[in-house]
């Protein structure tokens, strides 16, 4: 595998965040974005989340700064985003997780402005992504959803290429096409990816057809950009962990589909969890993936920020997973290992969040459902399925052996 994310325009783009850190308005912002999470947050934050509040502030100010730096809509690249913080090609990149980032994407954004076309050329390398969307946003936030286009909707070329066209509608219909309207910053790539050991992000690239309208955006500019709108879009983020946060804890939501409003893919179904486990208990979090292209569960820290994956198995896909039987998957969410193959690690919080999803949801398949039982680590044996998959240490060890090695592919 050749990583199709170490190209020129992302080192640079890593490159301009770093530079920005450096500035005294990006110092002040950082100072002020965890102080105002930590006065709307009051008591009801747990005392072992605060202590991460300094970081959550470093990660969430960090992506907006990602943004800015793929923001430029007249000279536009494919920018990573939403990583934990890594070491790659002999530099260090920041951490930029927030917003019940997914573990299993790879998300690339780049700058869009109504009134100028673009030509995407793209190709798939190795195993394809279980599902791909390529979406227009109308905010930094990422939450206004203009149009989707998934994978399955594409005319491809026989050797995997394709090109995507973006325009403001007034030429030709044709296939393969995202429409703009006035507002729009950006095309956000999500690759959501099954197998992290077999699946590679698509190849892409962008350009914009016909003279550019202006200079290249400066690195001053983008810090002005990042700083501006990680500072607006804090309410709306937020908002985001209060829904998480404004569940009673040992609960979960009913699957549903919000078809793009307040977030989220168009195409996506969801189940919202919130969890409060002593040191013995344990969460039975039962779902059918449906026949869905993709469907997985993660678990995230309470300040909403995914739950360092990429070191503890705090996620599972349905192709990480053991299915049982009859068809369905059951995780259990614990603060110790309960032996279960299916075991999704808190790192030890006693509070997480969980966030369940379904993509490319098929017409003909059966409703998307889950269940939650609570019980103790002790009683899981009576409680599981007879053909539930356990592990002894060593298989332990080789599974998460295998799950950063997997991981590692997106850094290398």
Not at 243 to 267: C, D, K
Not at 279 to 291: N, T, V
Request: hydrophobic share 40%.
């Amino acid at each position: 595998m050749t990583n199709p994310i170490a190209n020129p325009g992302q080192f640079v783009a890593e490159a301009d965040v770093c530079a920005m850190r450096g500035d005294e308005r990006v110092a002040a912002a950082r100072t002020q974005i965890e102080m105002l999470f930590a006065r709307g947050y009051g008591d009801r934050i747990p005392a072992e989340s605060r202590p991460l509040l300094g970081a959550f502030a470093d990660e969430y100010l960090n992506n907006w700064l990602f943004k800015a730096a793929a923001s430029d809509a007249q000279h536009p690249r494919f920018v990573r985003n939403f990583m934990p913080a890594h070491d790659w090609f002999g530099h260090a990149v920041p951490g930029a997780r927030t917003g019940g980032d997914n573990p299993d994407n790879c998300y690339r954004l780049a700058g869009v402005e109504h009134g100028t076309r673009y030509r995407i050329a793209g190709r798939i390398r190795d195993a394809k992504p279980a599902n791909i969307s390529f979406t227009l946003t109308a905010n930094y936030g990422t939450s206004q959803t203009i149009q989707t286009l998934e994978d399955h909707e594409l005319e491809l070329a026989d050797d995997g290429s394709f090109e995507l066209w973006i325009d403001d509608g007034s030429g030709d219909a044709g296939p393969n096409r995202l429409v703009t309207r006035p507002g729009v910053k950006f095309l956000f790539v999500r690759d959501s990816i099954m197998d992290w050991a077999t699946e590679t992000p698509l190849e892409l690239s962008i350009e914009r057809l016909g003279d550019a309208k202006a200079a290249p955006v400066t690195v001053d500019e983008m810090a002005t950009r990042g700083v501006e709108h990680a500072l607006g879009d804090l309410y709306l983020y937020f908002w985001f962990q209060n829904v998480w946060s404004g569940l009673a804890p040992n609960s979960i939501t009913p699957p549903q589909s919000f078809r793009g409003a307040g977030g989220g893919l168009v195409t996506q179904g969801i189940s919202n969890g919130s969890y409060r486990l002593g040191p013995d208990d344990a969460a039975i979090l039962e779902y059918d993936p449906a026949g869905a292209g993709y469907a997985a569960v993660q678990l995230t820290e309470w300040l909403y920020r995914s739950r360092d994956y990429h070191r503890i198995q705090s996620s599972l896909t349905a192709a990480q997973s053991a299915i049982d039987r009859d068809g369905r998957i059951r995780v259990v969410i614990a603060r110790r290992d309960p032996g279960v193959w299916n075991w999704l690690d808190t790192g030890g919080h006693e509070h997480v969040f969980s966030i369940l999803r379904w993509q490319r949801m098929r017409a003909d398949g059966p409703a998307i459902a889950s269940t939650l039982h609570l019980t103790r680590v002790d009683r899981l044996k009576s409680e599981l399925p007879a053909d539930t998959r356990w592990v002894d240490a060593d298989a332990r060890a080789a599974q998460l052996a295998a799950r950063v090695a997997a991981y590692d592919r997106r850094i290398v």
